[in-house]
């Protein structure tokens, strides 16, 4: 198996020979090379983005991130881009993690001191460690079993006997008995999913941990048949209350088994590969981090509703068109019971503050965008908030950037420090003081 590679977003990878690799730069094999291409040209033909092929030798990867695997064995893991310094594998795998775990509302059994303090383990090692984790857990509850009904030909009697069967039965076997009786089997759906997930890892894992509690496992289900129809088995998994107690692991069940993630690598290779655009993967964050920021807010009225799509840009032969979809709007209330609205778009894009010259690496197109937006949800009167990841050159306590359509329309940057627990709580205060800076600085 190829030695995996790191890299991050915007990335370019090369089957030519390279002194060294490095995050932004660094080599893959030959047959690496040519399958991602073709992986590139299955994403174009669905409308999305993949990487743009520089050149015979070179390609330039998009803002994907999570794991792939080739079928040749090279894994090649992209991760976010929101630091400048080249050492920073551990805080970006932390936060993809982090990251991956909140847009899909799932929890992380890594809550120890340890884990947190250090976190050096690959991205595809840590989706089997909280598959076999959730596992490990799963047994010390208990495996559910059910009643199957097994219809056969005994020398005894059990059970029932099938008395029409029994005399239809061919002269010369009057000593065999057709009986049907139940047996309590952990033989169904979702137990078959874990086998077979568990028999993927022992044979996928480089990890020297998660091999040894793989083998462990994989020993308390030698008598369990592995699935022969995935796909099958996942729309039989049944989500009853007698189940409950299997949710945890169905996610990790999915992403070790290549099912219904997020952009999964589709095909017959089935390798442990999964893609997310780290755009959504923001947006999503921010979101579910400024919903739990505003639940313990003082006062009633406060109110944050994702995905508006509630106004068009314009209409045409009595039919509206362009819709227009900001990500959030945010509704406060004030001290003297009025209420305060933003319009909140994320955006997930580096800013410079030291290059204002180039208006801070700022897109006159999502400009274009936020000013429609106030125009159609703002009645052309308020403040608009574009989100930025916080990093060296947009530090979470930097200062918002004021920008003016109108004496009565003003827009808003703020950083979004993703590694600050408190950052949404702090975003809602900028809010609060931002709205009267910008009041000033307009007038």
Known sequence: ???????????????????ENTLDRAQITASAFRWLVELGQQFRANGLVLLELDNQQWLRLDNFV????????????ILPKHRSATNCIDSARRLLCKLICNALDIKSRDSSHASIERFDTALPEWLMRQFLQELDFLFKRGLRFEYQRIEEQQRFLRGRLDVQKQLRQAPGREHLFHIQHDVFSADRPENRLLKTALLKICVTTQDSENWRLAHELQSLLHDLPDSTDITDDFQRWQDSRLMAHYQAIKPWCEFVLNQHVPIAVQGDWRGLSLLFPMEKLFESYVAVELSRALANLPGRGNELRPQLASHYLCSHLQNEIFRLEPDLSLRLASSNQAYQRWILDTKWKLLYLDSRDKNYGMSQQ???????????????????????PAWDKFPANAEPLHFSFSSDLQLLALPYDLEDENAAKNLISSLQQGIKQASTAAA
Request: glycine share 10%.
């Open 1 to 19: 198996m190829s030695k995996a590679v790191v890299v991050r977003e915007y990335a370019r990878l090369t089957f030519a020979e390279l002194a």
């Open 66 to 77: 999570g794991v792939l695997e080739s079928p040749c064995g090279q894994v090649i893991e």
């Open 366 to 388: 999502d400009f274009y965008q936020m000013f429609a937006y106030g125009h159609k949800y703002l009645n052309g009167q308020g403040t608009l908030v574009l989100i930025y």
